[in-house]
């Protein structure tokens, strides 16, 4: 497999806290990668450095060969890059169908309507077929009438994760899915990220939840006060004495994730 993501020697620091400290992380295409580790350890720092929406202090971010460390956000999410975030702000004047169209503009671009007026009619009738078909596999169908801002905690999740796919991504960055999510979904959640990997997307995930985890990732990269200190499949996690003391705070809890 061929490098997708190429993150070298990426250094942050908000004031005088260092957030992460000239970290290395290399994501082949294809793969799903659990990003891990307790808070403030820097897991959402490294994903706004990738995506563009914070600034990196050292180093440099490859994407499939490209140098990206020095663009914005919005050129990152054009070239393929896509995220979520833990609490998605919501729109209230707009409807959870709207929401997702309006997504599409990461892909096409604000000015294509002006400069291609005939392909409007086109391009709209494919967004809406694009945004229902995104809505139903990660069952929204029944609320995208709804104000955005009205619905639950979980369906903002699920909400934001088709307001990504609206943008064709080839890399997905997923900042814990599961949070807020009924349990009853869960299942239903792992099943949909595993059929948008399967559509040729690769997916980085920040997640606590280890059952989630464990169901989903191939690799687990384990962050602690900016620096990796672990790159292995999910079940060897519990057998690192450095991830149970920085991760769970201890052996105490060692067995108890051991058996999540």
């Known amino acids: 497999m061929n490098a997708l993501l190429e993150v070298r020697q990426i250094a942050k620091a908000f004031g005088g806290n260092t957030v992460l400290h000239d970290l290395d992380l290399h994501v082949n295409a294809g793969e799903i ?26 180093g440099e971010i490859l994407f499939d060969g490209v140098p990206i460390h020095t663009r914005d956000a919005y050129a990152i999410s054009r070239m393929g890059v896509c995220r979520t975030f833990q609490l998605p702000a ?3 004047r707009m409807t959870v169908r709207d ?13 294509d309507s002006l400069i291609r007026p005939a392909s409007v009619r086109r391009l ?28 639950s905690g979980g369906q903002k999740k699920l909400l934001s994760i088709a307001c990504a796919m609206m943008s064709e991504p080839r890399l997905l960055l997923l900042d814990e899915p599961t949070a807020g999510v009924h349990p009853n979904l ?13 559509q040729g ?19 687990c990269v384990v962050l602690d006060r900016g620096n990796m200190i672990a790159n292995c499949a999910p079940d060897e996690l519990a057998q690192s004495e450095r991830v149970l003391e920085a991760y769970l705070g201890g052996s105490r809890q060692a067995q108890r994730f051991a058996g999540a």
Do not use: W, Y
Request: neutral net charge.
């Open 99 to 111: 929401v997702a169209m309006a997504a599409s503009i990461a892909r096409h671009g604000p000015l």
């Open 33 to 58: 990668v659990g990003l891990l580790g307790p808070n403030g350890s820097g897991k959402s720092t490294l994903l706004n450095v990738i995506s563009g929406f914070t600034p990196s202090d050292d």
């Open 186 to 198: 869960r299942n239903d959640l792992v099943a949909q990220l595993k059929r948008i990997h399967a």
């Open 90 to 92: 919501m729109p209230s």
């Open 124 to 151: 709209e009738m494919q967004t809406r077929e694009r945004a229902e078909r995104l809505l139903d596999e990660l069952l929204l169908t029944r609320v995208a009438h709804l104000p955005a801002a009205s619905i």
């Open 201 to 219: 997307v690769t997916l980085i995930v920040v997640e606590h939840d280890m059952h989630f985890i464990r169901d989903l990732c191939s690799r």
